[in-house]
């Protein structure tokens, strides 16, 4: 249970994001399987598919949505008014391009555009069933297979409507989604965090619990470099992509169990063992977890994601680690057995999971790696980003919002079509 919880909450980098080689291609995921997902393990992954090899992936919501549509009719668009594509990834089905069509011109609308699609999917869905069960013999076969295929078809429909509810979540936060990471002309350093800073937009978007834990997410992972926003770094492009993806399964975990917590905090049933701030921490985590004191307090090692990049050094990657700050929801979380740790730290839907995994590569790209003949990634290979420590924060603080987003969206849209498993 311990180590369970260690490496949901004390390494969620770490603990999700690795390259594992499989057969003649490489799994962007853990060994426990993509994305910690026990029921989808046979999901594949997309970020890193090109490989070659060297010779010898409700209610209250629902009121939001729609208090969103009467009191934002006209929209602060002029954010997002621009050439560039307003999120990363291109949606591809008719209904995905009609509503991103409406993102841009009336994005207070998409809901309700969702909605009707919802509802017809719903009708398609009910309609495949009746033909089914009236069905036999040679037409049963048939009929399935149809199924099937409009079944695939349906999948990515509503994965399209999942991504464009998300962002219009952002849209409505007025929080412009980064675009899809490429060298940038404009920046004669070869720098591609050439996007605005939003870090202050972040904090409403979430609970002062869920913040916090949010801001032990960033100590973990950037050192004693959170709060340098300037510094460049050259950094391996799939590592980055890596803690994005895993920042966007962090921010998922982290509101399902805020929901969770909130609703006990209300009730005033939250268990009395939170009291004591630091003990359950100590225990799982085996160290003193506050801040240390004086200029001879021992340095904390930095994120074990951090720690694995290529060439660490402190100058150039953070440098020593900050600790993580006790917090109420973290000790909340700590006293999770670990069947119930497990189930809140799983992504629900198969949907979700193509969600990340196509919104990861469209932002990063699909990168190629070269595998030698001892099953190792050869580093020669590897792409390289020239980042900003701001701009690994910007990047990190999305990725978990995304995450949070997405957590309330595929709880909405089952609520009208259901397709979450659990």
């Not at 070659?52 to 629902?62: D, E, F, R, V």
């Not at 006293?335 to 995994?357: H, N, P």
């Amino acid at each position: 249970m311990e180590a369970a919880m260690a490496s949901v909450i004390g390494s969620p980098v770490g603990a999700f994001a690795c390259l594992k080689p499989t057969g003649r291609s490489v799994i962007y995921g853990s060994g426990r399987g993509f994305l910690c997902l026990p029921s989808l393990s046979h999901v594949p992954t997309r970020l890193c598919s090109r490989v070659s090899y060297s010779k010898p992936w409700n209610k209250k919501l629902g009121s939001g949505i729609r208090r969103s549509m009467e009191v934002k009719a006209s929209m602060d668009a002029q954010s997002f008014e621009s050439d560039d594509p307003i999120a990363p990834l291109q949606l591809e089905s008719p209904i995905g391009q009609f509503l991103s069509k409406i993102l841009v011109s009336h994005p207070h609308l998409v809901p309700a555009a969702a909605e009707q699609h919802l509802d017809q999917l719903q009708i398609d869905r009910d309609a495949e069933g009746n033909k089914e069960a009236s069905s036999s013999g040679t037409d049963l076969v048939l009929y399935r297979r149809i199924a099937e295929v409009k079944e695939n078809e349906r999948k990515k429909v509503l994965e399209e409507i999942l991504y464009a509810l998300v962002v219009q979540k952002f849209m409505d936060a007025n929080v412009p989604l980064i675009p899809a990471i490429t060298p940038s002309s404009s920046d004669v350093s070869g720098r591609v965090d050439t996007w605005a800073a939003h870090y202050e937009s972040f904090e409403h978007l979430h609970s002062p619990e869920a913040y916090e834990m949010i801001e032990n997410h960033l100590a973990l992972i950037l050192g004693n470099r959170v709060g340098d926003t300037t510094s460049v770094a050259q950094i391996n492009k799939l590592r980055v992509g890596q803690v994005y993806a895993a920042s966007v399964i962090y921010g998922y975990f982290l509101k399902r169990v805020d929901q969770r917590f909130q609703l006990e905090k209300t009730m005033k049933v939250l268990p009395k063992a939170l009291d004591a701030e630091d003990g359950i921490i100590q225990q799982v985590v085996g160290k003193d977890v506050r801040p240390p004191i004086g200029k001879n307090s021992p340095p904390v090692s930095p994120h074990p994601e951090i720690s694995s990049w290529p060439d660490h050094d402190e100058s150039s990657l953070g440098g020593s680690g900050q600790s993580t700050k006790a917090s109420r929801l973290r000790n909340y979380v700590m006293s999770f057995d670990g069947e119930t740790l497990q189930r809140y730290a799983t992504i629900r839907s198969k949907e979700a999971v193509g969600i990340i995994e196509k919104h990861t590569e469209a932002l990063f790209g699909r990168p190629e790696i070269t595998i030698t003949p001892q099953g190792t990634i050869d580093p020669s290979k590897e792409e390289l980003l020239k980042i900003s420590f701001g701009g690994l924060k910007g990047l990190v603080l999305e990725a978990v919002t995304f995450g949070s987003f997405l957590w309330d969206i595929e709880s909405y849209v089952d609520s009208r079509y259901h397709f979450v498993m659990s």
